[in-house]
């Protein structure tokens, strides 16, 4: 697997369809939604968007608000080789403040946090500990 990470400023209309797809797909292996509404609805408009391809395939997708909040996913077919950790790191290169979000429980995405030694890890689900 090779993996590429691309930035954009916007989104090509057809890769805006492709990263939604993928969200869908996450959402469902995953039970949560990895995006927020405020984040899908920014999908087409300009922001700052990693997109994370195997060949023609998505493998993942980050993005960044102003506030510095990130929310990204990797889809479940590329899952466990590294994908969300180089997205992240692309992430933190470009913004070293930037903050996380998990809207759900991924223990996973925890320990690349961990891994990757980010604090501030936001999330709407009390349940979600991460070990200091």
Known sequence: MTV???PFDVLPDALVDRVAAGALDAAS?????PLSEA???ALPRPGTHHVATDGDDLAGYAAVA???SVELFVHPDRRAKGVGTRL????LQERPDARPW???DLPAFVRTLLDLGVDGLITDHPEIVVPA
Not at 88 to 91: I, K, T
Request: hydrophobic share 45%; no cysteine.
């Open 88 to 91: 992240l790191e692309r992430v």
């Open 102 to 104: 998990a809207h759900g």
């Open 29 to 33: 292996a995953d039970g949560a939604a």
């Open 39 to 41: 984040f899908e609805l």
């Open 4 to 6: 590429t990470i691309t």
């Open 66 to 68: 102003e506030d510095g």
